[in-house]
């Protein structure tokens, strides 16, 4: 075999293998993060100039990853016997399956009482 003929196959090998597209970016997160953000808007409990931005994307061993939010502007009314709830920091889970690829499944607020934890299903484009 020839040594062009080698670096075809690695090239193959690598394009076959998708070895650049497996990873989250922050940016692909941003966008999975923003449209979880809008159905949550939509049901009326958060601020519709509610904003967030993802500080970073960390990926585990075992397909998953984690995004660190700063939310902005971001009231959740609990109901008419609590005070809204203001979100700061949160996090993002997102899972990576072998024919779907990275699907976001929840959306932390970081607040424990009325606005905790969001699940969602949203696949990451």
Request: net charge negative; aromatic share 6%.
């Amino acid at each position: 075999m020839g040594s062009r003929h080698i670096i075809l196959a690695v090239v193959a090998i690598g394009l076959l293998s998708g070895c650049n597209s497996s990873h989250l970016t922050q940016s692909q997160a941003q966008t999975s993060i923003d449209e979880a953000l809008n159905q949550i808007k939509a049901k009326g409990s958060l601020s519709t100039d509610a904003a967030v931005r993802v500080l970073g994307v960390t990926e585990g061993n075992d397909n998953t990853a984690v995004a660190d939010l700063n939310f902005t502007e971001a009231s959740y009314s609990c109901g008419d016997f609590m005070p809204p709830e203001q979100w700061g920091n949160g996090k993002a889970g997102f899972k990576k399956y072998n024919d779907k690829g990275w699907v976001l499944t929840e959306l932390s607020s970081g607040q424990i009482l009325c606005s905790g934890v969001f699940n969602v299903n949203i696949p990451v484009r």
